[in-house]
C-alpha cells in the first residue's frame, strides 16, 4: 500500500498558503509560524517551511522574546536553516526591535520610571550579557543622547564615572537615567548596583548633572531606584 503523499505549500489551497495568506488577508491573519515560514521560504526533504518554523517556534517555547535571544549559531542547529536563513530571521527580529525603540523614542520626555523602562527595554531585553547605558536629558526631561557606557559579562560590567561625567557636559546635560538590565531575570539590586548608583551621583553634584533613576531592566519587570526611594 503507497503511503499518503506529503502535500508541500505549493500544494495547498491559495488561502492556507504563507504568501496568499498574507495577500488575501494581511499580514495580522498570519500566524507567528506563517509569517516565519515567509521568511525561511522554502523547506527540506522532510518538511515544508512551515514545519521548520513551527519546529524553530516549539523549540523558542513558541516565544518570539526567546526566539530573539538566539543567535546565528542556535538558528542553524536548525534542520532547514543555513547561514542565510538564520542571517535573515535574526534581521526581521532586529527590525522589530528597532521599531519597538523608535515607539519609545517618541515619549518626548522622561518623567516616570514607566516612561525610562519603555526606552530602555528594547535595547536591553534580549541581551545575555550586561550593559549601561545611560540616558542624558535636557531640563525638559527630553532625550539628547542614548550612550551606551560599557558591556560585561553575564554578572557585571566595569563602569567609568568620568566618562559618563564628561559626555554629560559636552551635550550641556541637566540629568541623567542610568540603565542596566540583568539576564538572570532578577530585578533586584545587587550591593554594587547601589554603590556605582550612589558614586554617579556623588559625581553628578559637582558639575550640576543630577541622577534622576537607575532602571534595572529584565524582560518583563524593572526595578527603579528612585521609586524606591534609593536616590
Known amino acids: 500500500m503507497d503511503s499518503p503523499k506529503k502535500l508541500n505549500i505549493k500544494d495547498w489551497a491559495a488561502e492556507d498558503r504563507p504568501r496568499e495568506k498574507m495577500i488575501l488577508k494581511g499580514p495580522s491573519a498570519l500566524s507567528n509560524a506563517e509569517l516565519l515560514a515567509i521568511l525561511i521560504g522554502s ?7 512551515l514545519a521548520v518554523a513551527q519546529n524553530i517556534l516549539d523549540k523558542s517555547q513558541n516565544s518570539l522574546n526567546i526566539l530573539g535571544k538566539k543567535s546565528m549559531t542556535d538558528l542553524q542547529k536548525e534542520k532547514g536553516i543555513g547561514e542565510a536563513r538564520s542571517i535573515t530571521i535574526i534581521a526581521a527580529l532586529e527590525l522589530g526591535k528597532r521599531r519597538k525603540l523608535e515607539e519609545a523614542k517618541e515619549t518626548k520626555r522622561i518623567t516616570s520610571s514607566s516612561q525610562a523602562y519603555e526606552y530602555l527595554q528594547p535595547i536591553l531585553c534580549d541581551l545575555q550579557h550586561e ?3 545611560v540616558l542624558f536629558l535636557n531640563r525638559s526631561n527630553a532625550v539628547l543622547e542614548q550612550f551606551n557606557m560599557s558591556k560585561g559579562g553575564t554578572s557585571g ?4 564615572v568620568r566618562i559618563i561625567m564628561k559626555r554629560g557636559i559636552e551635550l550641556l546635560a541637566s540629568s541623567i537615567v542610568l540603565g542596566h538590565n540583568h539576564p538572570s531575570g532578577n530585578a533586584n539590586p545587587s550591593q554594587a548596583d547601589k554603590d556605582i ?3 554617579i551621583k556623588e559625581a553628578g553634584k559637582l558639575v550640576e548633572i543630577t541622577v534622576i533613576d537607575h532602571i534595572i531592566v529584565c524582560e518583563h519587570n524593572y526595578f527603579s531606584f528612585a521609586d524606591q526611594g534609593l536616590l
Not at 523547506?43 to 517551511?49: F, L, N, P, Q, W
Not at 560590567?157 to 567609568?160: E, L, R, S
Open 157 to 160: 560590567t566595569v563602569i567609568d
Open 197 to 199: 548608583t550612589t558614586k
Open 43 to 49: 523547506g527540506t526533504k522532510e518538511g515544508s517551511a
Open 131 to 133: 550593559e549601561f547605558w
